[in-house]
């Protein structure tokens, strides 16, 4: 991300970052084992506070001055925003729904993991990956954005390509380590781990041309990267975070990623 180049490019090389810190993440299936749940635990309630964070400072704060200063909405310009991120967070729902129909329609009795493992794990696979569609997006709306307000700048957009990226990193892990603990090899593991954060460039790319080509729609698709952000935390990570016992830690994790983000976006934008 270097100020200066085209939102594009920028968008091209922020979700560059965030697809390698998934595929560092789920590097770490090398040195844990599929035992140190709490290790998973802790990083995805990290997670969660950063992508909460992010949401608002990176993305609902610009929207909603964006909408005010066009004035077509008067009074009601949060209309726009409280728009784009329900239909964000109905995203991510109507995608999650097609998960299981995914999973029941592929699974097979052969070999592997029993059929009840293996369809827990493939609607964890899904669910990240589907979700990192909306996370590529958000950055590259922002980038797409940057200059169009007072707000949306190129540190804000920058640090949310690297909030991100900071928690991709433990949910390549959450891919990795589940798949060696079915019985999958190392490598394998890894593999999967890495590509579900493949879709983040090429949807990082697509927003920002969306958001060059049409200055009008900002407001409601940074609203709706937000609403399918804070959705996929409330639903498929924090969920997940307290499934074993560690919700405590998960939910101190979360706080501490929530600061981390915060001062990023506040102290650096």
Known sequence: MIAGLGPVLQAGLGTALTWALTAAGSALVFVFSSGQRRIL???????????LAASYWSLLAPAIEMAEESGAFGAFSFFPV?????????????????????????SSAGAGPPLSSWRRIMLMILAITIHNIPEGLAVGVGFGAVGKSPSATFQS??????????????????????????????WKAFWFGQLSGMVEPLAGVLG????????????????????????????DIIPEAHTSGNGKLASWASVLGFVVMMSLDVGLG
């Open 41 to 51: 635990d802790g990083s995805l309630g990290f997670a969660a506070g950063v992508m």
């Open 82 to 106: 409280a728009a784009g991120f329900a239909l964000g967070a109905a995203f991510v729902y109507g995608a999650d729904l097609l998960i299981p129909e995914l999973v029941s329609g592929n």
């Open 157 to 186: 957009a920058r640090n949310l390509a690297i909030g991100i990226g900071i928690q991709n990193f433990p949910e390549g892990l959450a891919v990795s380590l589940p798949l060696r603990g079915a019985g999958f090899s190392t």
């Open 208 to 235: 920002a041309l969306a958001v060059v080509l049409a200055r009008p729609l900002l407001p409601y698709a940074l609203g709706f990267a937000a609403g399918a952000m804070v959705y996929v935390v409330m639903d």
